[in-house]
């Protein structure tokens, strides 16, 4: 059964702290991950890895994949109030589907 | 626990018929669902959300009578993509939330859409 954990559930740091989120998957057909932050009901993309060992580089954000062990992170440097958020991953399978992890909530506190 | 299903993960159809997706929360009751349209390396699209028992709300650009929300019940609501167009492809993913979950939503695993 295809599934997709993420952790922790919930983190909370102080602004300027570096995080790191986990996702581990196990996805039929595995095809690609995808990264997204929820703030408000709608998730915004953040990054979509397909090959193992590049990382990918958005600011302070930054992910990486390894199709070895199944899993992918999602680090991120200085944090601030503003990446205060779900984190979700998703593995995108070639059966044309989404699994979706439940999601690590992080708090940024000031 | 909190798993919610989506049907059919996949869909053709023939342009100007309909198309009916179901999200049904298997363990716990849904009392809001919400339906996003999700493009290839994008951000997922809020479409609707709907209370049970209520209409659904729509956001801004929606069209309420081309994409018609059902939400009868805890554990299900529906999409239906009427009179469907090749502009109408994509997926459509839904998710659920009960009341009190600490962590939010549940999503769904996704409805390819493509109409020919």
């Known amino acids: 059964e295809d599934k997709v954990v993420q952790s922790p559930l919930s983190l909370v740091v102080h602004e300027g702290d570096t995080v790191t989120l986990n996702c581990s998957y196990e996805?039929?057909?595995?095809?690609?991950l995808l990264w997204y932050k929820q703030e408000k009901k709608a998730p915004t993309f953040l990054f979509m890895l397909?090959?193992?060992?590049i990382e990918k580089k958005s600011g302070r954000l930054s992910s990486i994949l390894d199709k070895k062990e199944l899993f992918s992170i999602l680090n991120i440097t200085a944090t601030q109030t503003g990446d205060s958020a779900v984190y979700l991953c998703?593995?995108?399978?070639?059966?044309?589907?989404?699994?979706f992890g439940t999601g690590t909530r992080l708090k940024v506190l000031a | 626990g909190a798993v919610v299903s989506q049907h059919p993960s996949r869909v053709i159809c023939k342009s100007g018929t309909s198309v009916k997706i179901e999200c049904r929360s298997l363990?716990?009751?849904?009392?809001?669902m919400f339906w996003y349209r999700q493009f290839p390396k994008q951000s997922l699209m809020l479409m609707a959300t709907?209370?049970?028992?209520?209409?659904?709300?729509?956001e801004q650009g929606v069209e309420k009578d081309k994409f018609l929300i059902n939400h009868a019940s805890l554990t299900l609501s529906t999409l239906t993509v009427t009179s469907a167009h090749p502009e109408d492809s994509s997926f459509y993913i839904c998710?659920?939330?009960?009341?009190?979950?600490?962590?939010?939503?549940?999503f769904g695993s996704g409805t390819r859409l493509t109409v020919v």
């Open positions: 996805v039929t057909n595995f095809r690609s």
């Open positions: 363990d716990f009751q849904a009392t809001t």
């Open positions: 998710s659920a939330s009960r009341q009190g979950a600490r962590y939010g939503y549940t």
């Open positions: 397909t090959s193992s060992g």
């Open positions: 709907s209370n049970e028992g209520s209409k659904a709300t729509y």
């Open positions: 998703a593995g995108y399978s070639g059966t044309y589907k989404y699994i």
